[in-house]
């Protein structure tokens, strides 16, 4: 494995609060969840940051996981193999699956950022995020986070609608019977010529 060299400045500031972020009560959480989805237990049962990065690095879990949790599997290969481009393409096929199974752009990861360790605490709000999708296309097995809302689309009539142009709010503010007539705030000021 390649190693970077160490962060100074702001850079290192930056990597120390992404750190703190980090949440080692839903990292326990996304472990189960995974291993309730999958059905196979994750390699190393250590809790901490480096240790669920080396669960997920190679990427072959979080593209079973995928599958598993939609009707038809979304990635067809897997790559086995130990380099490191090969592992990250199982990375990206893992996001671009997220992008199909409906996950939003701000949802996700890149791909450094579980490949290096680098943002961890985005590496769980993606499973997070992605538990929620699932729940809403239809998955009853084990989930984590929330539960999406369902749309839900309202019919006025006609009357209904005009009835509420004439209501004023008071949320709007009214005027009525206020002026500022008799007003005084402080001396007036006197100009000379």
Not at 104 to 119: I, K, M, P, R
Request: hydrophobic share 35%.
């Amino acid at each position: 494995m390649a190693h970077r060299a160490e962060k100074s400045g702001l850079s290192k500031d930056i990597q120390r609060k992404l750190e703190a972020k980090y949440n080692l009560e839903q990292e326990k959480q996304c472990r189960a969840w995974i291993e309730a989805v999958t059905g196979e237990e994750l390699e190393n049962q250590e809790v901490g940051m480096h240790s669920f990065q080396g669960c997920l690095k190679d990427g072959q879990v979080l593209c079973r996981l995928i599958n598993a949790l939609s009707d038809t599997p979304l990635i067809s290969k897997i790559n086995t193999q130990k380099m490191a481009f090969k592992q990250m393409e199982n990375i990206e096929k893992f996001l671009t699956a997220c992008k199909k199974f409906g996950l939003v752009d701000g949802d996700l990861f890149q791909t450094a950022d579980l490949y290096e360790c680098q943002n961890m605490s985005q590496v769980i709000v993606t499973l997070y995020q992605l538990s929620s999708v699932a729940q809403k296309h239809g998955y009853t097995g084990a989930t984590i986070g929330v539960k999406l809302s369902d749309k839900n689309a309202r019919q006025f009539t006609e009357e209904q609608l005009n009835d509420g142009k004439t209501v004023i709010g008071l949320q709007y503010g009214t005027n009525k019977g206020a002026s500022q007539a008799g007003m005084n705030i402080g001396k007036t000021r006197a100009i000379m010529d």
